[in-house]
């Protein structure tokens, strides 16, 4: 692909990882900093074989600079709280209230129809979906990104973030909790 | 033309040592397997405890087919 086609297919590529990058970094300027980074590295870059999306591409390289800019996060001793609470978001949201005390579902999983993917073809149904991971806690979703948008192996990310393996599973279990909750709720009840 | 009964749901009903086997986990742990099966293998014997209770609970199974359906909403998401 020449350099002027991909200059033209970026732009529509642009508040997808602008989404992304916001959704894990919670803050605006260093969202738009990283995909700026990450345009620039791909306009300059020939790495492009056309063999993979060119989202798939993009998101690739954006992976990396929000690595970075999570990391120089962290180095910086002001913003050390970045992840430090993380043990208080986790006591915020206690699914162990979807439970009673034995351990069974109160309530139970509603019926989400016989294709619920049809959903998935569907503009509104995505935008339900941008406005529950927007309501997760924000260190859960930038795990939960990580894991599923970034595709990061999990000891990738408990390096990154220092966490351990353990603390990630809960993070990721009460992410697709609250997910679940939130697509039930506000789609699949309300298209019975 | 005279139908024979269905005698599946009969069949199906899980005997008490079924039922007794699927509730060696609780449904909040076998939704926390469910989870942490998607980051990596689980061992043996929990793949085992997690099978014979969504063998006999269709709520946890429910609970299976949403996080599968999560998987692709994600996958989409990227794309």
Redesign the interface.
């Known amino acids: 692909m020449a350099a002027a086609d991909i200059s033209r297919d970026l732009e529509p590529q642009r508040s997808y990882l602008l989404r992304v990058a916001r959704l894990q970094l919670r803050d605006e300027a260093l969202a738009e900093d990283v995909v700026q980074e990450t345009l620039l590295a791909a306009l300059s870059g020939t790495g492009f074989s056309g063999k993979s999306?060119l989202?798939?591409w993009l998101?690739g390289i954006l992976k990396h600079k929000i690595v970075d800019a999570i990391r120089k996060k962290q180095r910086e001793p002001t913003v050390a709280s970045s992840f430090g609470d993380i043990d208080a978001e986790m006591d915020i949201e206690d699914f162990?209230a979807l439970?009673n005390e034995?351990?069974?579902?109160e309530p139970?999983?509603g019926?989400?129809g016989a294709s619920?993917?049809e959903a998935?073809n569907q503009r509104e149904f995505?935008a339900v979906?941008d406005l529950c991971l927007e309501k997760l806690p924000p260190n859960t979703a930038r795990v939960f990104m990580m894991?599923?948008?970034m595709e990061l192996e999990?000891d990738e990310i408990c390096k990154e973030l220092t966490i351990n393996a353990n603390n990630?599973?809960v993070i990721?279990?009460r992410a697709?909790?609250a997910?679940?909750l939130c697509?039930?709720q506000n789609w699949f009840a309300r298209n019975d | 033309m005279t139908e024979t009964p269905d005698p599946a749901p009969a069949a199906r009903r899980p005997t008490t040592l079924k039922r007794a086997l699927g509730h060696i986990i609780s449904c909040k742990d076998a939704s926390r397997l469910v989870s942490k099966g998607e980051e990596g293998p689980l061992s043996p014997w929990q793949r085992l405890v997690l099978r014979l209770h969504l063998s006999v609970c269709a709520a946890c199974s429910r609970f299976e087919r949403q996080m599968a359906f999560l998987r692709t909403a994600m996958q989409r998401y990227r794309q």
């Open positions: 999306s989202r798939t998101t162990d439970f034995r351990g069974g579902w139970k999983p019926e989400w619920p993917e998935l995505l979906m894991r599923e948008v999990t990630l599973w990721l279990y697709r909790m997910l679940r697509l039930e």
